[in-house]
């Protein structure tokens, strides 16, 4: 049997609408399910008996304070990538320091992502490193790893107004803007 590109695209977006439908009628019917799979990378069992035990809301509450989360499993995780914590001076006299600060970047964002309890501040995290995107690559590519800490990861959940200047004023978008002088 041949399929016309139509019967395709028109095949796909019927199952499309139905995983839809069936996604909106498990959610809709649990505010906090929803919750989940909106503040999170996608909640395991154990996060959603976790946030079940504490509430809506005291979880919410739990997400927006996650200096207070207590994250050990990710910090032991980056502490295999020490790229992530180097300054300028050190990144810069790596050899080939554009692939591996590239690959630590990535890793990182995995790491945090997976195995993370701060789920909340890891999507406000990537909702402005997407944003203000500076690229990975080339001359930025150390850059963009002293900008995601100093500038994205601390000012994520804070004024956007400190943000906003920080990003502005940060090497990593002067370099990727053309604008350093």
């Known amino acids: 049997m041949v399929l016309t590109r139509r019967e395709l695209f ?3 977006m ?3 609408e139905r995983m839809r439908q069936r996604q909106t009628a498990v959610t809709a019917n649990d505010p906090l399910l929803h919750l989940l799979h909106r503040a999170t990378w996608g909640p395991r069992p154990d996060d959603v008996a976790y946030a079940r035990s504490l509430g809506y809301e005291a979880w919410l509450d739990e997400q927006l304070q996650p200096e207070q989360i207590d994250d050990n499993q990710v910090e032991t ?6 790229i992530l914590s180097m300054d300028r001076h050190t990144l810069y006299s790596l050899g080939d320091y554009e692939y591996r600060c590239m690959q ?3 890793q990182g964002m995995i790491i945090r992502a997976v195995y993370g309890r701060r789920q909340l501040y890891e999507r406000v995290v990537e909702f402005w490193a997407d944003h203000f995107n500076v690229s990975g690559e080339d ?4 850059e963009n790893v002293l900008y995601q800490q100093a500038v994205i990861r601390r ?3 804070g004024k956007f107004r400190d943000l906003l200047y920080a990003v502005a004023k940060s090497p990593a978008m002067l370099i990727y803007l053309d604008n350093f002088v």
């Not at 995780?77 to 020490?82: G, S």
């Not at 001359?139 to 150390?142: G, L, S």
Request: aromatic share 0%.
């Open 104 to 106: 630590a970047a990535a």
């Open 10 to 12: 028109t095949g796909m």
């Open 77 to 82: 995780r980056l502490q295999k990538l020490p």
């Open 155 to 157: 000012h994520a959940l």
């Open 14 to 16: 019927a199952g499309g």
């Open 139 to 142: 001359d930025v590519a150390a």
